[in-house]
């Protein structure tokens, strides 16, 4: 994520079926490319007020490994996504 010395704001207009493209300096300042994920939150506390955040990009692959890398534990998982297809 950039690193900003001062607060950035920027205009949006919500469009139909609640589209909104975001501002240029707000895509940088997140560091978001194409196809990221955006997380918005909007606590009742403070009408009026929503704040972004991208989801980061590292939990992609994060788990791979963690129940073990065994041919009996990789081949349960093979029948799991076969089963999916069924």
Do not use: C, H
């Amino acid at each position: 994520m950039a690193v900003l010395d001062r607060p950035i704001e920027a205009e949006a207009r919500l469009r139909q079926k609640n589209q909104l493209t975001l501002p240029e300096p707000i895509v940088r300042a997140l560091d978001a490319a194409p196809d990221d994920i955006l997380v918005f939150e909007a606590d009742p506390a403070e009408p009026g007020v929503a704040r972004v955040r991208l989801l980061p990009r590292e939990f992609a692959g994060s788990l791979t490994g963690v129940f073990g890398t065994s041919e009996e534990t990789l081949e349960y998982v093979r029948g799991e996504r076969t089963a999916w297809g069924e």
